[in-house]
C-alpha cells in the first residue's frame, strides 16, 4: 500500500526532474555544430548557382533583347527583369548564409532546418503559380495577337520551371540531411547534472 500511494508522488518528482533537465538539451550537443554547417553549405551553394543563372540570363537577356524584335526581344526583357530580382534575392541569401554562425543549440538548429524546408515548399508552389501565370500570359497573347504578351509568358514559364527544378532539388538535400538528427542525438542522455554523452564501442 505504501509503494502504492508513493507512485503519484514519483511521477511528479520525474516529471519535475524531466522538465529540469530537458531545456538543457538546447544549451550544446557539439555535433549540432556539424551538421548546421553543412545545412549552411547547402544554402550557399544553393545562392551561388541561383546567382550564376540569373547572371547568365541577364547577359543573355540584355544581348537578346539589344537584337532582336516583337516576341524574341520581349522574351529576352523579361529574362532580364526576372533574373535581376533573382540576382537580389541570390546575393542576399548567400550574404546571410555567410553570416550565420553554426550553432550547436538543439532547438535553434530544428527551427532553422523546418525553416529552411518550409521555405523551399512555399517557394515550389509559387513557381507552380508562376507557370500557370506564364501560360495564360501566352495564351492570351496568341488570343489576342499580342506578340510582346507571347515572349513574357515564354520566359516566365521558363524562369517558373528553372525555379522549381531548383527548388526540388535544395529540398531533397535539406529534407536528407534533416534526417541525420536522430543520429546526431541518440547518443544524448539527460541526468540531474545536465547533458551527459554516452559512446557506444
Do not use: C
Amino acid at each position: 500500500m505504501q509503494t502504492s500511494s508513493n507512485l503519484p508522488f514519483r511521477s511528479v518528482l520525474i516529471l519535475f526532474f524531466f522538465l529540469v533537465s530537458f531545456p538543457l538539451i538546447a544549451q550544446e550537443i557539439p555535433a549540432l555544430e556539424e551538421f548546421n554547417r553543412t545545412r549552411l553549405d547547402y544554402n550557399r551553394s544553393g545562392m551561388l548557382i541561383l546567382g550564376s543563372w540569373a547572371i547568365g540570363n541577364m547577359v543573355w537577356g540584355g544581348i537578346g533583347a539589344s537584337k532582336t524584335t516583337g516576341e524574341v526581344k520581349a522574351f529576352h526583357q523579361m529574362n532580364l527583369y526576372w533574373n535581376a530580382v533573382n540576382l537580389a534575392i541570390a546575393g542576399f541569401g548567400y550574404y546571410q548564409a555567410t553570416k550565420e554562425v553554426p550553432g550547436t543549440d538543439f532547438w535553434a538548429t530544428m527551427e532553422a532546418q523546418q525553416s529552411i524546408e518550409k521555405i523551399l515548399l512555399v517557394n515550389a508552389a509559387l513557381d507552380v503559380s508562376y507557370m500557370a501565370g506564364g501560360l495564360y500570359m501566352k495564351e492570351r497573347g496568341l488570343r489576342t495577337e499580342n506578340s510582346r504578351l507571347v515572349g513574357f509568358g515564354k520566359s516566365v514559364i521558363l524562369q517558373g520551371a528553372f525555379l522549381m527544378a531548383f527548388d526540388a532539388v535544395m529540398y531533397g538535400f535539406h529534407q536528407a540531411h534533416g534526417k541525420e538528427i536522430p543520429g546526431l542525438i541518440q547518443n544524448v542522455s539527460l541526468g540531474l547534472s545536465g547533458v551527459n554523452f554516452r559512446m557506444n564501442f
